[in-house]
């Protein structure tokens, strides 16, 4: 049945992302990490929090499984090139603070922001860090200090959220592939379906 579901490839026209919501199962299938407890040697050791999550925020080519009434069953996937013209787009409208919970427009909360991202550029030397060592080439790489305290305590510490997720308006394509491409598309496809 697996071959049988359309895959699309999802573009970046007249919109892109709104928001990097924190969720408790994100569909990129990666989490991030919690960098929580460290020890600081001064003149007496003390405890403290770094309140960091670092991870990928989009696999480039990852096949994500989606069931709507527009599509019925299907994957879509992003592209590299989607992926930088995405992440150009984040930037340029200054989405940085944009942060939501479960894609809930009304949790916002304030003090969480991006201090770090990058793609995944192997040529340029910029590698997958490590935990995340099966990141693909164009994959999005973020971390964000949380400063909130309710969501700290009550999401990240607790391990209830787990990743980010993206939000914003993509349009569907057919993708543009060689024969080649598809085969791997394919077999990943295949192999979704056997582990899920």
Partial sequence: MADKLKIWKLGL?????????????????ENFLAFAAQKKYHFKATNSEKRIISGP??????????????HGEHYVYFDAETIKDSVLNFFEKGLMSAVNLMHEDNLQPKDIFMFESFIIDSSKGINTPAGFETMPDGSWFGSYK???????????????????????????????????????????????EIFS
Wanted: glycine share 6%; no cysteine; charged share 30%.
């Fill in 146 to 192: 949380v400063n909130n305290d309710k969501v700290w305590n009550d999401f990240i510490k607790t391990g209830e959220f787990k990743g980010f997720s993206i939000e914003g308006f993509f349009v569907y394509e057919e993708p543009d592939m060689s024969e080649e491409e598809e085969l791997v598309l394919d077999m990943a496809k295949q192999l979704l």
């Fill in 57 to 70: 925020l989009m696999i480039s080519d990852l096949l994500i499984f989606r069931n709507d009434p527009d």
């Fill in 13 to 29: 026209k007249n919109g892109g992302i709104d928001f990097v919501a924190l969720v408790d199962k994100p569909a990129i299938q």
